[in-house]
C-alpha cells in the first residue's frame, strides 16, 4: 500500500485539484502558484469572481472549461459544495490513510481516476469504499 504524503497547507486547486495530496513535494499548491502569477484560466476567473473555487462560483453549473469536465474534478467540487472545501480536504486525508491513492508517484491514475462515473467517484470521496 502506497500512502501519498499528505500536506493541508497546498490545500485544493480554484479547479478541485487536491494538492493536498500531490507527489510533487516540491510545488506549494495551485493557489500559491497562481498568487506567484501562474497562468491558470480557471484561478484567474475565481480570483476574478472573488470565490475560493469553483464549487463556490454561481456559474460553475454552467462553465464550459473543459478541465472541469473531468469526473474527478466535477465529483470533489460537488463535494466542496455539499460540505465545504475542509471537509474534503479532511475525506481526502481520511481515504489518504486507508490507501485510497490519488495519483500514483509515477502521476499515473489512482483510485479516484479508474472509477466510471462521477457518482462512483463521490462515493469512493465520502465513504473510502
Aim: glycine share 10%; net charge negative; with cysteine.
Amino acid at each position: 500500500m502506497t500512502i501519498m504524503s499528505f500536506c493541508k497547507e497546498r490545500g485544493i486547486g480554484y479547479c478541485g485539484l487536491a494538492c493536498v495530496v500531490c507527489s510533487n513535494t516540491d510545488c506549494l499548491g495551485c493557489v500559491s502558484k497562481i498568487a506567484d502569477g501562474a497562468d491558470c484560466t480557471i484561478g484567474k476567473c475565481a480570483v476574478q469572481k472573488g470565490v475560493d473555487g469553483c464549487y463556490a462560483c454561481p456559474d460553475y453549473e454552467s462553465c464550459n472549461e473543459d478541465m472541469l469536465k473531468n469526473k474527478r474534478i466535477r465529483a470533489f467540487n460537488r463535494y466542496a459544495q455539499d460540505f465545504g472545501k475542509d471537509a474534503l480536504i479532511e475525506r481526502l486525508y481520511a481515504n489518504n490513510q486507508n490507501g485510497i491513492v490519488y495519483h500514483k508517484p509515477d502521476d499515473s491514475a489512482g483510485d479516484y481516476d479508474v472509477l466510471e462515473t462521477e457518482d462512483e467517484v463521490y462515493n469512493l470521496l465520502q465513504h473510502g469504499v
